[in-house]
């Protein structure tokens, strides 16, 4: 006897980071989309928050009470005051009396929420292509969602719909492309993982005397890799390389902090195109090349008692271009220019570490194989990618529209807000011509306990 095919999901997240966390928890809080059948599929061996960057000494840059719910819900069980309550440590977070707790101890809130989903998650799974199911009529009903696992063997899992929340890709500057596998060079993504490897005895020993390492960028986590690495190793040389003409502090004040309400979505998505370019510029000190002014402060406390007292081992290099950076035996020579003073200077360093960024491709390369299907580039209000006719599955993305939906796109200000819409979207009966997947009763253990109480509206 054949098996019969597995029904098809109602939504594959494929991500599973704080943006499809925050739907997870949006579709168990939903009643109209508890009986919607939905699957995660995470890359990682398990729940780890930008792990490479999880530095001991790291503050969220955001309230606490933008957690993943608390927004749409702060009755919900998942937020970071019931974590905090969980954990035993309301009190004394209380009395820390700030609003902004450590990364490790957020990584750790977003991990206990992930684990309440631990039944809805594949992890170890890296998805590499979405392609069409076609019905009999030849119109795409479904697609498929085509994973692999550490093995390298391939997983196929069917869906009606899909939420797409794969984060941005490590960038690296042209200049060092060349370089892009030579082990003394990392980008901040991996920092932690390669910094524990630069011992005595490791590939790159950055304990020893004499040793000197560039940091390239002049962001926060630029800033934060300098600030480590020169506590870390009490010999290393350490040089901020960056185009600017000063570290800036990023702009968190009240007034402008504005710009990441949720509603404020709404206001830049209304805009033509180009005043929307014009508001994220106009804000790029919220969250670009800016840093942390109490980080600043520490980095200047450290570089004038070097001046003091010395030596200098900390120098900030700004106005740097990088014009090219070559390895060889004794190091990565880093060619740069600055363009104000019109001179260029070389400098060889054992290790090069690039707080260079993210960057997200607006067409996705899983995507590729849907091509034929999109119907130009820019995303609906609801996320949602648009298509030709014929073509019945939604495809939400999230974290790529920052020049639609503005710069909280790729931040953690709106998630909760976000994922409702995505649900509510996901819920929109005339796609299916009047039939939503109907309400089924939960499988045993496959509602989290708090959803079948049914507390939320
Ligand atoms: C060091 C650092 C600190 C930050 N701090 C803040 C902060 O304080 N406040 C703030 O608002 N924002 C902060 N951000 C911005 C950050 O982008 C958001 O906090 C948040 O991580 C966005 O969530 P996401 O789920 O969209 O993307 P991500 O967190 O990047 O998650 C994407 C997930 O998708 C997985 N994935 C990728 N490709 C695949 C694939 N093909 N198949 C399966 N899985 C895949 C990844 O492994 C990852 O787990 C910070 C960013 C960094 C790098």
Redesign the pocket.
Known sequence: MTPRAAPPYDVIG???????LALAIALAETPAARGLRSRF????PHFR??GG?LLPGSD???SFLKDLVTLRNPTSPLTFVNYLHSQGRLHDFIDLGTFHPS?IEFNDYLRWVADHFADRCDYG????AVEPGLGADGAVETLWVV?RDAAGREIRRQTRDLAL????APHLPAAFAALACDPRLCHS?RYLDHVDRCGPGGPLDLSRPGARVAVIGGGQ?AAEISHDLHARFPHLQVDLVFRGHALKPSDATPFVNAIFHPDRTDFVYAQPSERRAALVRSYRNTNYAVIDADLLKALHVIAYREKVSGPQRLQLRPRSEILSACGDADGIRLRTLDRYAETEAERSYDGIVLATG?ERDPNPA?LEPLAAYRDGSELARDYRVPTRPGFTPRIYV??YSETSHGLSD????VLPVRAQEIVDSLLDQDRRGGVVAPARPPATGGIPVWARQGAHP
């Open positions: 494929v991500g599973f980071g704080p943006s499809n599929l995470e890359r990682q928050w930008h960057m969220m840059q955001i990364r799974e890296t998805v590499v994973a929340a794969v984060g941005g993504s986590s993210y899983i999230q974290g790729t931040l953690l200000s």
